[in-house]
């Protein structure tokens, strides 16, 4: 059975940085797309952040480029986002979602209906 299990959420101040965990078991493929995604309230959940664990390539969202580093921990089968720069805007529920790497692991609908964590908070106060 597969779990993705999310931790590192928590309040920060604009400006601040924060890192999300995702710890994935029962995922036995070593190819495979890890993503990030996030949902605010009232709003799409959209894709953030995805890493294809078979060769580290890492697609990101424009709204994040340049702030948001995604990537992986392969012994410990975890994936991280490192956060920067935290705006107010990104403030939301995020989420880790795992699937087959076909297609690309930046076609962000391609998780729908795969594997989901519970998600982690995360709140930045202007």
């Known amino acids: 059975q597969v779990r993705l299990v999310e931790t590192g959420g928590g309040s920060v101040q604009a400006g601040g940085s924060l890192r999300l965990s995702c710890a994935a078991s029962?995922?036995?493929?070593?190819?495979?797309?890890m993503a990030w995604f996030r949902q605010a309230p009232g709003k799409k959940r959209e894709g953030v952040a995805g890493i294809d664990t078979s060769n580290s390539g890492t697609y990101y969202a424009d709204s994040v480029k340049g702030r948001f580093t995604i990537s992986q921990d392969s012994a410990k089968n975890t994936v991280y986002l490192r956060m920067n720069s935290l705006k107010p805007e990104d403030t939301a529920m995020y989420y880790c979602?795992?699937?087959?790497?076909?297609?690309?692991?930046?076609?962000?609908?391609?998780?729908?209906?795969?594997?989901w964590g519970q998600g982690t908070q995360v709140t930045v106060s202007s």
């Open positions: 979602a795992a699937r087959p790497t076909f297609p690309w692991c930046g076609s962000w609908s391609d998780y729908d209906n795969k594997y």
């Open positions: 029962g995922y036995t493929s070593e190819r495979n797309c």
